[in-house]
């Protein structure tokens, strides 16, 4: 599957499945997953480091920041669906006995970056200005990486071709010049990211039943989860969709 829909507009595609929803009854928690609570202050925590990261990244000669082009409630509800998938993903890989080690997410982190941003620094500028700080998109990594290798256990010969990684290898080093990958390193990430919506396909179901298993809720302030996006949006008639809004986590960033 893609990754999250954490950098939606920056190039990095929605993660789609399905889900059920309900309402969290616990106190101080943005959403729960199963019995895991995800904490509104972990939340506020990941939305001020994104605008104040979001504020050093220009989107215009004018000279005016990505953070003012930014919609806190929105960044709220990619930061929180992001931390929601994370959760369901490493229950679902603790079931299979599925484990990462650190080198394993730092090298999809790497080839990810590489491979589809052309180098880790302009994955890391594009994640600055759609407001998520260094530190955080580690988040986004880290799914993504468990999606593959729970991906890798289901549809073990889902992959492309030779003459596709190949292909597509060279068509990368034409945009951008030398990259700090071989073709024999690149070759096991290009021939997953190459047929992603086949292998997301294939991992809809099982989603599907990791979430009967860790049911999702999520606290009205925020929005409510969407069973076709596989994500949270905004809700009519709560906070997250009233035009400027009273913020529910402090959004401004202290000097």
């Not at 990095?12 to 995800?38: D, E, K, W």
């Not at 920041?65 to 994370?86: C, F, H």
């Not at 052309?118 to 799914?143: K, N």
Request: net charge neutral.
């Amino acid at each position: 599957m893609k990754l999250s829909r954490l950098l939606a507009g920056v190039g990095v595609a929605v993660l789609v499945g399905f889900a059920g929803t309900a309402c969290t009854t616990h106190a101080g928690a943005a959403a729960q997953v199963g019995s895991s609570t995800i904490d509104t202050s972990k939340l506020r925590g990941i939305v001020e480091r994104g605008l104040a990261a979001a504020s050093t990244v220009p989107i215009s000669q004018s000279g005016q920041s990505a953070s003012s082009a930014l919609n806190p409630p929105e960044l709220q509800r990619r930061a929180l669906t992001t931390l929601v998938q994370l959760n369901l993903l490493t229950e679902e890989a603790h079931r299979r006995g599925i484990t990462l080690s650190e080198g394993d997410v730092a090298a999809y982190y790497q080839a990810y970056a590489v491979l589809q941003f052309g180098s880790v620094r302009a994955f890391e500028q594009r994640a600055a200005a759609a407001g998520f700080d260094q530190r955080d998109v580690s988040v986004i990594v880290r799914s993504g990486a468990l999606e593959s290798a729970i991906s890798d256990q289901i549809s073990p010969r889902l992959l492309a071709t030779d003459a596709e990684t190949r292909a597509q290898y060279d068509s990368i080093i034409d945009q951008v010049g030398r990259i700090p990958l071989s073709y024999a390193q690149a070759k096991p990430y290009l021939a997953r990211f190459i047929v992603t919506d086949q292998r997301s396909a294939e991992l809809r179901p099982v989603l599907a039943r990791a979430e009967k298993a860790d049911p999702i809720s999520i606290n009205p302030r925020f929005g409510r989860w969407d069973t076709d996006q596989f994500a949270i949006v905004a809700a009519d008639g709560t906070i997250a969709s009233r035009p400027a809004p009273t913020p529910t986590i402090q959004t401004t960033v202290q000097s």
